[in-house]
């Protein structure tokens, strides 16, 4: 495009503008930047996108028609995730095909490679949109870049190179197998699954809370002098019971939003088995900009399931709501799959709860979601077919993207439109609910759970490799047994 046909703005104004503008076809701006190379004025372009199903994207390129230099970045525009996302590709020797898979990497995002002791850092390939293939390229070509001059001042060092980076270009041309991870603290990273919306047997995602230093690194850090006054004025009210009529504030903490759905539904749920008469609040620190806040916890009994812990915390320095339903009691010595036929009205509002640990199944649809997948939550069956549509849709991205054969459009299409028709009951169909850790629930539309013969139970051992996966395999209680039978013989 002719540096001409564009009008050039000022810095502020593009930023206001980019601000404001909430559409998808914002127009492209342009404004006049340093080169970083020559020192000369250059260009850059600025255009605020959607990926489709994915996140909006703020894409910019610079250009300098004095010495050539030319570089693009993808920055996302939209908010930080509330969790980060870690991605484990499987690539197999031999497998061409995987390499042309599309990656989104963003600016808090690392990228690494077990096998060969490798790691990407934030810093470099930042907010990048490639391939596999062209990010292990990319990696390649800057690790050689220096070479020449590496060989004359440190040879050892400049041989140990050239050895890692025949390595890693065997890697890149699928000579041997390797693991690709893409880890960001953010969750605004992606790899394609081409299999979408069936699971891709090559990879898995996780979710996973932010820790401290992962949260200062995003930019989130605590002021101390204001801690310290929100920690005397929270600290009078440490671990303070309130008594009030039921379902009062209970109901408020349940407005919470436990989970990700932020919705009313989700108190009247609870509520309708019993309300608490007392709320528990204690100071704790805020998960987004790490200041003191103010949490309620309550516990209440669901019947047929188990007692259950009602978190709900409060930011008043960010705005910033988060709520969790906590399972109580010790953790079960088996998993549970719970199995539902769905066959009427009736069956969509059936209350369910489902924990993060819990995978969601439709076999009509060929459709698993791993644990995590969806979070916790607690909803209804039509809640939960709902989430999944709309989680399916943010989470794989370049649905309906350019790069995309119109073969996998339609199926993307006809896939929704299935998913869509499972709420018009047009023909019975099941849901399953697996949970390692029993914490998830379907609740029973009879008054004696055992005369509902459209929901079946099923307890299982739990293999070693979930046990480790939970941090369970690890767990010593020897010493706590030890300490509790001589209390007991005493």
């Given at each position: 495009m002719d540096n001409g046909d564009d009008q050039q703005m000022d810095v502020r104004s593009v930023v206001e503008a980019v601000s404001a503008d909430h559409s998808f076809g914002a127009p492209l701006y342009v404004v006049e930047s340093l080169c970083m190379r020559c020192g000369e004025n250059g260009t850059t372009r600025l255009l605020l996108t959607l990926i489709p199903n994915f996140k909006k994207v703020l894409l910019t390129a610079f250009e300098c028609p004095h010495c050539g230099e030319r570089n693009n970045e993808v920055q996302f525009a939209g908010e930080i995730q509330p969790r980060g996302c870690c991605y484990?590709?499987?690539?197999?020797?031999?497998?061409?095909?995987?390499?042309d898979r599309?990656?989104?990497?963003?600016?808090?995002?690392?990228?690494?490679i077990p096998e060969l002791?490798?790691?990407?850092?934030?810093?470099?390939?930042?907010?990048?949109?490639?391939?596999?293939?062209?990010?292990?390229?990319?990696?390649?070509?800057?690790?050689?870049?220096?070479?020449?001059?590496?060989?004359?001042?440190?040879?050892?060092?400049a041989e140990a190179i050239d050895q890692?980076?025949?390595?890693?270009?065997?890697?890149?041309?699928?000579?041997?197998?390797?693991?690709?991870?893409?880890?960001?603290?953010?969750?605004?990273?992606?790899?394609?699954?081409?299999?979408?919306?069936s699971p891709d047997p090559s990879l898995t995602i996780k979710f996973y809370e932010r820790t401290p230093e992962q949260q200062a690194t995003l930019g989130y850090s605590a002021d101390p002098s204001q801690a310290g006054q929100s920690e005397g004025s929270l600290g009078a009210r440490s671990a303070e019971t309130i008594?009030?009529?039921?379902?009062?504030?209970?109901?408020?903490?349940?407005?919470?939003?436990?989970?990700?759905?932020?919705?009313?539904?989700?108190?009247?749920?609870?509520?309708?088995?019993?309300?608490?008469?007392?709320?528990?609040?204690?100071?704790?620190?805020?998960?987004?900009?790490?200041?003191?806040?103010?949490?309620?916890?309550?516990?209440?009994?669901i019947p047929y399931f188990q007692e259950v812990i009602v978190m709900a915390s409060t930011c008043e320095e960010c705005g910033?709501?988060?709520?969790?339903?906590?399972?109580?009691?010790?953790?079960?010595?088996?998993?549970?799959?719970?199995?539902?036929?769905?066959?009427?009205?009736?069956?969509?509002?059936?209350?369910?709860?489902?924990?993060?640990?819990?995978?969601?199944?439709?076999?009509?649809?060929?459709?698993?979601?791993?644990?995590?997948?969806?979070?916790?939550?607690?909803?209804?069956?039509?809640?939960?077919?709902?989430?999944?549509?709309?989680?399916?849709?943010?989470?794989?991205?370049?649905?309906?993207?350019?790069?995309?054969?119109?073969?996998?459009k339609n199926k993307w299409r006809e896939f929704g439109s299935r998913l869509t028709k499972l709420l018009s009951l047009e023909q019975p169909w099941t849901l399953i609910l697996d949970d390692e850790l029993s914490n998830s629930f379907i609740a029973p539309i009879t008054d004696d759970i055992k005369d509902d013969h459209q929901l079946t139970f099923e307890e299982y051992e739990r293999s070693w490799e979930q046990n480790e996966e939970l941090g369970l395999n690890d767990i010593d209680t020897s010493s706590a047994d030890a300490a509790y039978e001589s209390t007991e013989t005493n």
């Open positions: 484990h590709l499987e690539v197999l020797a031999g497998d061409v095909k995987i390499f599309q990656v989104v990497k963003s600016e808090s995002a690392t990228i690494k002791d490798f790691e990407i850092p934030t810093e470099a390939q930042r907010g990048s949109l490639s391939t596999v293939e062209g990010v292990l390229s990319r990696a390649a070509d800057e690790l050689s870049a220096l070479q020449e001059e590496r060989k004359k001042v440190d040879p050892k060092t890692f980076l025949s390595k890693l270009r065997a890697c890149a041309k699928a000579e041997t197998s390797f693991t690709f991870i893409l880890d960001d603290p953010a969750g605004n990273s992606f790899i394609e699954n081409p299999h979408a919306p008594s009030v009529p039921h379902g009062t504030i209970g109901a408020t903490a349940g407005h919470r939003a436990i989970a990700q759905s932020n919705s009313t539904d989700i108190s009247d749920n609870l509520f309708r088995y019993t309300a608490p008469e007392e709320v528990m609040t204690f100071p704790s620190t805020c998960g987004a900009c790490m200041k003191l806040c103010e949490t309620r916890m309550f516990v209440t009994k910033y709501r988060n709520s969790e339903l906590k399972p109580g009691g010790a953790i079960p010595k088996k998993g549970k799959k719970i199995t539902l036929s769905v066959r009427n009205i009736a069956d969509l509002s059936r209350d369910v709860i489902k924990s993060d640990t819990a995978g969601v199944t439709i076999p009509e649809l060929d459709l698993e979601l791993a644990g995590g997948t969806l979070g916790g939550m607690v909803t209804t069956v039509e809640g939960l077919v709902t989430q999944i549509r709309e989680s399916l849709a943010r989470v794989h991205g370049f649905t309906f993207g350019d790069s995309m054969s119109e073969n996998k």
